[in-house]
């Protein structure tokens, strides 16, 4: 059983909304950043993993999955 | 231990701040003192007690008792010492024949009406009237026995004169017949407390002081209890019912309080292990003398019928619990974990450490779980109340911590208020505010619910904006934006301070129409112009500081908003300087040092990444051991892994997450889903319904530590008495640690702050040895400021320059409709704490005997809703059971209710929302439906039940 996945995507849906709006830089790698600073490393292999397997996500969502950095393998 | 036998002496008057020094001579010895101090005070400066009464350095002068009288030469007459200010040159005669005479005098006509059963009288041998009638030599009173107040009858019958004794407080009892009217109670009231709620009725002979109307006893008055009154009496006439029980103290241990982030210092007055009295420290630097309700009587708890000082464990947690040794309880807790970790992996067990244990205690916590567990799955319930505050005010400023000390509110010009309650939730810190606003400061409070604040007597103008629940970022991003459009920005600060071009960019983003006030209005429905006008007073201050607290961070936009107050402040350059600043007000006692002591999982102490080597290479060389470069799991995470089957064990020191977090039924499903929960507590908790093993922990009473409050002070907890449960806390830590294999060996906690300091650079200049000599120091402490720092960002930011971080409001996902058309929103009530695992247990609850849901008239008759009422409170979450009071605090459409009590349950009806960047969980916003009930909740049915059978405790065999 996998980590709830409607909410590890709500919670970087929110995140997304927050960094869309910051001029630093483009909101999926600071969607990315963040994920990658705050999420253990399952919760982000879970959520890699539910995007690539076409969960339903806000662009930027789906965009920042490709900047998180999965755990080795 | 018993270092600390002399009381703070009290000096007559208070201390008078002057750049003006005054030299004078007292009974021939030279003082010098600030212009301002009275010559009491300047006799006490020169080893001089001049006889008093009426005068007590806890408030000032008043000049009624006449028995500090002195000659002055070149003055006429005697003037009272405590209301003439000192002048250069004077000669002061603290004793002649004549002043003899006057003190003798005045002295027999106060004993005059005084009964003389000092022998057995509760203040005996702690009396300042008995003291003075010494200290001036009265052998005789030669008025004829008459008219008094102190006898309940005489020849003729019932003296109409006499009053009974007020016994309604449960802590302390006010005895008319010993009251000599010299109102320092009144003015403690007044003065230190603010709350105004004693005073003197009548004139003359019939003066008597009074808990206000007539028919008002001290419980029915508008007192708090926080015992100000009790502190300065001079005699028996206010007095604490446990010396009345038990006789004067014979020693005193400097600790500090476990209650709220305000951090008080107190003296624990001892007879032997048995505390007396909590009298709070006049040299404690956060309260200065004071205290409240909880922490000056609430400390019964700590000998409770309920404590639990054996181990216990059990198979299933439907069991009933085997009382069992130290040494099975450990073992069994240690198999457990490690079964747990060969069967689901490293990272399948965890901690929670506790932000009202110690500094030290929750370093081992966290240590355990990095260093034993080998994962980083450790973390704290800041977690559920000031984590955006860590996220929020490390990106603007650079440092997770609010920027000054208490000390900074006396040079306040407007204070701003945001989602907080002061007077309830940090009494002593409101109490001092108090004290600004009487002296003239501006308030401006931003919260759904009209607090008391508001209505602090003899304050000037306070403004209330009574936003909508979820609102926080739109009204500051509002205020933000006419601070803009009407060029009210220091802009020398922004250009020296900030990123001139990143202000410009953020100035831009606000001047959209969006943020205008007119179009908040529509959301927060708080009219425009009321917010121009906060918006301008915060700006025009020229010193303006910001108070926020649970409000502003438990929303789904908590970090945003924790950023919105700190653009504010920067754009107004109120950082830097006295009277200004950005100020968490921290919920527990030690939220701000279980955050600095990493217990985050992303963080080791001071704040440093998991990922950055070389804080890494630290911890691995002190620790000998590998570290993860992973972040953990955060509470919430750990929950949503457990019920995914991957997060198995855990490890909880003194906290009570069933009942503090959100959404209650997620919690208690995801630790019946786990395979060892092991708490430890001073109670069987809530969370202990679900564990299967319960370590006995002790009280702040029982051991040596320290936490560190909201402004950053690290101060010394003192062991008072010795441990009911055998070990303190960081004690048992240490046992479980070595039984899953670690090789501690500290034997105090001195060791483990040593380590700390050699570890984490903010902490360097810390130990005990400093604590000591200093009584407390604020982080940064080390080499730029070895005795630390009160204020932050003096001359520049942390972080270098302060970053203006854009704040676009994003409505919570939680919203009302049909089905749940009212906002809930939850606080918290003075005379009760957190989760109420102390207070319920002291007689605080005649305060607070249940949670109460507060509703608007409208709401309440639309539902038809009578005052006292059972109501059901539901949410999409699950619904409770609890009574109404109906009142206008409460805006239509809100509804507010507190959760200090487990029968309610408050947290079965909030949900799973949360903070954006930290998971802090969204308690303030809750869509609810309220409507008549007749019964508990299927909930609190299932919830008692379980709750009855996992309480049952097997009999011990007799041997």
């Not at chain 1, 995007?51 to 999965?70: K, M, N, S, T, Y």
């Not at chain 2, 911590?401 to 810190?429: C, E, K, R, Y």
């Not at chain 2, 309610?904 to 799973?912: E, L, R």
């Amino acid at each position: 059983m996998s980590h709830d996945h409607s909410k590890l995507i709500r919670m970087a849906t929110q995140m997304a909304q927050f960094f869309t709006s910051q001029p630093d830089r483009p909101a999926p790698e600071a969607v990315a950043a963040h994920i990658n600073e705050s999420w253990s490393p399952r919760m982000r292999q879970d959520f890699v993993d539910q995007i690539r397997a076409g969960a339903e996500a806000d662009p930027i969502v789906r965009e920042a999955a490709a900047f998180v950095r999965l755990p080795a393998a | 231990m018993k270092d600390f036998i002399i009381p703070d002496r009290d000096m007559g008057t208070p201390a008078v701040k002057s750049d003006v020094t005054v030299n004078l001579l007292v009974d021939g010895i030279p003082v010098s003192v600030p212009a301002g101090t009275s010559v009491m005070r300047a006799a006490a400066v020169a080893g001089i007690s001049v006889p008093k009464l009426c005068a007590t350095d806890h408030v000032s002068a008043f000049g009624s008792c006449r028995l500090c009288v002195v000659q002055i030469d070149g003055m006429r007459g005697l003037p009272a010492s405590c209301t003439t200010p000192v002048a250069e040159g004077m000669v002061v005669h603290t004793q002649t024949d004549e002043v003899a005479q006057v003190r003798k005098g005045v002295m027999e006509l106060y004993i005059s009406d005084h009964p003389l059963d000092c022998l057995t009288c509760a203040a005996n041998g702690d009396c300042e009237l008995q003291d003075m009638a010494g200290a001036v030599g009265l052998r005789e009173v030669r008025y004829e026995p008459g008219k008094n107040h102190f006898a309940r009858r005489d020849a003729e019958g019932p003296n109409p004169e006499y009053r009974p004794k007020d016994q309604s407080n449960p802590y302390f009892t006010f005895d008319p017949a010993k009251c000599i009217v010299c109102s320092r109670c009144v003015r403690a009231c007044e003065e230190v407390q603010g709350t105004f709620a004693l005073t003197i009725e009548g004139r003359g002979f019939d003066s008597r002081v009074s808990a206000g109307l007539a028919s008002d006893d001290f419980l029915s008055s508008d007192c708090v209890s926080c015992g100000a009154c009790v502190q300065v009496c001079p005699t028996a006439t206010l007095i604490e019912n446990s010396v009345i029980q038990i006789g004067t103290p014979e020693h005193i241990v400097k600790t500090t309080c476990a209650y709220c982030g305000v951090g008080c210092s107190f003296d624990a007055h001892m007879r032997g292990e048995e505390v007396v009295r909590m009298v709070p420290s006049k040299d404690g630097k956060a309260n200065h003398g004071h205290s409240c309700v909880k922490g000056r009587f609430a400390w019964g708890y700590a000998t409770h019928r309920e404590r639990q000082t054996q181990p216990m464990v059990r198979e299933r947690i439907t069991d009933p619990w085997r009382v069992v040794s130290w040494d099975e309880a450990l073992d069994f807790a240690a198999t457990r974990l490690r079964q747990a970790q060969a069967d689901f992996g490293r990272d399948s067990i965890g901690v929670i450490t506790s932000s009202r244990c110690t500094n030290e205690e929750t370093y081992l916590v966290q240590k355990l779980a990095r260093a034993v567990f080998h994962n980083n799955n450790t973390d704290t319930c800041a977690r559920v109340c000031h984590s955006p505050t860590g996220y929020g005010l490390k990106t603007t400023f650079g440092t997770s911590a609010g920027t000054h000390d208490f000390d900074s509110v006396d040079d306040t010009d407007l204070a701003l208020v945001i989602g907080a309650n002061p007077t309830d939730g940090h009494p002593v810190f409101a109490s001092r505010l108090r004290k600004r606003l009487r002296e003239g400061a501006g308030l401006i409070v931003l919260d759904p619910r009209e607090i008391d604040l508001l209505k602090s007597p003899h304050m000037g103008e306070g403004l209330h904006l009574p936003l909508r629940p979820g609102t926080n970022v739109a009204m500051l991003t509002a205020m933000a934006q006419v601070i803009v459009a009407e060029k009210l920005y220091d802009e020398a600060f922004i250009r020296e301070r900030c990123d001139w071009d990143e202000f410009l960019a953020y100035a831009e983003f606000l001047m959209d129409p969006r943020h205008a006030p007119e179009e908040v209005e529509k959301l927060a429905r708080v009219p425009a112009e009321l917010i121009r006008k906060a918006a301008r007073a915060y700006a025009a201050a020229p010193r303006a500081s910001i108070y926020y607290g649970l409000g502003v961070t438990e929303h789904s936009q908590g970090s945003t908003t924790v950023m919105a107050i700190a653009n504010l402040a920067m754009m107004t350059g109120n950082i830097g300087r006295p009277g200004t600043g950005v100020n968490p007000l921290r919920g527990q006692n030690n939220v701000q040092g279980s955050c600095d002591m990493g217990s985050f999982p992303h963080e080791y102490p001071g704040y440093r990444h998991v990922s950055d080597p070389e804080t890494r290479a630290i911890y691995e060389r002190i620790w000998g051991v590998e570290l993860s470069p992973e972040p953990g799991l955060r509470i919430p995470n750990m929950f949503d892994e457990a019920l995914a089957g991957r997060f198995r064990g855990l490890y909880c020191q003194g906290e009570d997450i069933v009942q503090s977090d959100p959404d209650t039924r997620h919690v208690t499903s995801a630790l019946s889903a786990m395979d060892i929960v092991i708490v430890q507590d001073l109670f069987l908790n809530e969370t202990a319904n679900y564990a299967h093993v319960f370590l006995p922990g002790s009280s702040f009473l029982e051991k040596n530590g320290t936490f560190t409050n909201a402004e950053r002070r690290i101060n010394m907890v003192r062991r008072a008495m010795t441990p009911k449960n055998g070990y303190e806390d960081w004690e048992v830590t240490q046992l479980l640690a070595n039984r899953m294999g670690a090789a501690w060996t500290y034997v105090h906690p001195r060791e483990i702050m040593a380590e700390i300091a050699l570890t984490t650079p903010s902490f360097s200049g810390v130990s005990y040895d400093l604590l000591e000599r200093e009584g407390s120091v604020q982080w940064p402490c080390n080499d730029k400021a070895p005795l630390g720092t009160p204020l932050m960002h003096i001359d520049g930011f942390v972080r270098g320059r302060g970053k203006f971080v854009h704040t676009e409001y994003v409505a919570t996902e939680e919203r009302t409709g049909a089905r749940f058309p009212l906002l809930l929103t939850t606080g918290r009530i003075l005379s009760q704490y957190n989760v109420g695992a102390q207070t319920r247990r002291t007689e605080n609850v005649v305060w607070h005997p249940e949670d109460i849901l507060e509703i608007h008239p409208s709401d309440a008759e639309n539902r038809g809703v009578r005052e006292g009422d059972w109501v059901r409170l539901a949410s999409r979450s699950g619904d409770t059971t609890l009574r109404a009071h109906i009142t206008e605090r409460v805006a239509p459409g809100v509804v507010y209710t507190t959760f200090h009590h487990p029968t309610t349950q408050a947290n079965v009806v909030t949900t799973d929302n949360s903070d954006w960047a930290t998971n802090c969980p969204e308690f303030k916003v809750t869509a609810v439906q309220v409507s008549p009930s007749n019964g508990p909740s299927d909930w609190q049915e299932e919830y008692r039940h379980h709750s009855d059978l996992a309480r049952r405790i097997l009999p011990t065999a007799a041997e």
